[in-house]
């Protein structure tokens, strides 16, 4: 069983819907979990960033961290095409900024 | 402006012919990290670098060097490239990987490489 779990999808959604991105692991000594958002031919940005269990909102996102079932959640609400990008979830041990471990990404499109 | 850059961004090559892809920072950030991600893959770390004269090895280092001589730079070496090292290589840097600072951390624009 590989150590983080992502659906690579690809997701399509219409514009304004609510986007649900979602990783599993299985490690619970992960403490740190983040969310990068990847636009084609860049390098990955820091989009959320959530220490242990509990809700995270920024904006139009907010991250969800469930520890006693090992799943996170990214949610997009009133999604826009410029939402379109590849989502990775990314955890750690120890230290937000420390060996990160990456789910595979998953590939939303928000269609005008 | 706060960056990270790479260079080459692109690179085809031929089996064997020794490389290097330099990655330079320019926040004094103490932790640098080389990562690869390969389609059904994702990001996989390849080596990282605490501090000056500081590397370890991550998930896939074999056929790769590294080396932290400055604090702002953190080149990658292929000795003796293979085709199973085409891959989008990002080279990522942050301040203290043992903090829980909300610092993000900062990763290059990708090299693209392909051994033929």
């Known amino acids: 069983q590989k150590e983080v779990e992502q659906d690579p999808g690809p997701l399509s959604v219409p514009e304004g819907a609510i986007v649900s991105l979602n990783c599993t692991y299985s490690?619970?000594?992960?403490?740190?979990f983040m969310w990068y958002r990847q636009y084609s031919r860049k390098g990955p940005e820091l989009l959320m960033y959530?220490?242990?269990?509990g809700n995270k909102e920024d904006g139009r996102f907010t991250a969800q961290v469930d520890k006693s079932s090992k799943y996170i959640s990214l949610f997009i609400r009133d999604s826009q095409p410029s939402d379109s990008a590849t989502y990775l979830c990314?955890?750690?041990?120890?230290?937000?900024?420390?060996?990160?471990?990456f789910g595979k990404g998953t590939k939303l499109s928000v269609k005008p | 402006e706060a960056q990270v850059t790479q260079n080459p961004r692109y690179l085809i090559t031929v089996t064997g012919k020794k490389l290097t892809v330099t990655c330079s920072q320019n926040m004094n950030h103490e932790y640098m990290s080389w990562y690869r991600q390969d389609p059904g893959l994702g990001l996989r770390q390849i080596y990282y670098?605490?501090?000056?004269?500081?590397?370890d090895k991550g998930d896939v280092p074999e056929g790769y060097k590294v080396s932290r001589k400055e604090k702002r730079n953190f080149p990658l070496i292929l000795e003796s490239p293979s085709p199973n090292q085409t891959s989008l290589y990002f080279c990522?840097?942050?301040?203290?990987?043992?903090?829980?600072?909300?610092?993000?951390?900062?990763f290059g624009p990708g090299t693209r490489l392909t051994v033929l």
């Open positions: 490690n619970s000594a992960f403490q740190y």
């Open positions: 990522a840097s942050s301040r203290d990987p043992t903090s829980d600072s909300t610092d993000t951390q900062y």
């Open positions: 959530t220490y242990s269990s």
């Open positions: 670098s605490m501090n000056v004269e500081v590397t």
């Open positions: 990314a955890m750690s041990y120890g230290g937000s900024q420390g060996n990160l471990i």
